[in-house]
Structures are given as C-alpha cells and as structure tokens.
C-alpha cells in the first residue's frame, strides 16, 4: 500500500484530530469537482483500467454508521469517522439509495492512504454532504452501500 503524503492541517472545533486534506476513495461520487474541491484524483499510479466478473449472487447490503459527533452547517461536505467496512479485493461498491441519512447525502467511503483494487481493503472514513444545519451524532446512519463481490477466484 502507498501511504497518504498530505500534510495534514490542525483541525477547528472540539476535535484534536487533525483535518484530513484528502481521501482516497473506494466509492466516490463524480459531482464533487462541481462542488468546488479541487483535491479530487481522476487518476492514481498503480490505478488502471481492468475488466472484473463480478457474482451477484453474494451481494453485501451494509449501512455506513458513523463513529463520531459532527455539526453540519447546511451545503456542508467533510470527511468523518465510521465503523469499518471491509471490503474484498476485486469488489464493487455502490451507493445504495434503500436507506438513507434526512440531513443529506453520502458522497464516498474510503481511508487515508491508497489500497489497490486487487487488495483486500478497508473503509474507515466517509464523505458526507449536508442539505441542513444539523449534528450527526455516533452510532448514527450516514448511508447504505452495496458490496458486490468478485466472481473470480
């Protein structure tokens, strides 16, 4: 795996945890270059174009449950922390719209540091953009996705 370089920026608020300058997504959503974030990869070294089966079979539905406090202001969009998702190496993920969060929408899953397609890999952080002034709070639904897995061994 490739490590995150971003030089992470001191967080405001409450949180001692320092504010992430980028995500490296396993589900994205396309619409966020017109939201203004500039940080958004249309390409990553070691990322190329692959042909995959996959089994439809054996579907995951799994909610996307947050692990931390956060207030949103409304058109808000930021990074946080939520109960890992494995995901199995050569997996699809697709946002789900079953069940969803009333303050908004989920844009991505994904973790701070690159993990290949062909790796198992793991979701920790989500991307989520508020329509309202709100707060999520832990243990909170943020979203629901899909896993499809791999139908090759």
């Given amino acids: ?53 996959l089994d439809w079979s054996n579907v995951r539905a799994v909610p996307v449950i947050s692990l931390e406090d956060a ?20 997996s699809a993920v697709l946002r789900s719209f079953y069940v969803s969060n009333g303050m908004g929408n989920l844009v991505c899953i994904g973790s701070t540091y690159f993990q290949h397609f062909d790796e198992e890999r793991l979701a920790d952080k989500a991307m989520f953009h508020s329509r309202i002034k709100g707060n999520m709070f832990k243990g909170d639904l943020i979203g629901h996705i899909f896993i499809v897995p791999s139908a090759q061994t």
Wanted: glycine residues 10%; proline residues 5%.
């Fill in 71 to 90: 207030a949103f202001e409304a058109g808000e969009t930021r990074i946080v922390k939520i109960k890992p998702i494995t995901v199995a190496p050569k």
């Fill in 1 to 53: 795996m490739v490590e995150n370089t971003a030089t992470p920026t001191s967080g405001g608020g409450a949180s001692s945890e320092p504010k992430l300058d980028k995500i490296y997504a396993i589900l994205c959503d396309q619409s966020l270059s017109s939201m203004g974030f500039g940080y958004v990869r249309t390409a990553v070294e070691g990322i190329e174009e692959s042909t995959i089966s």
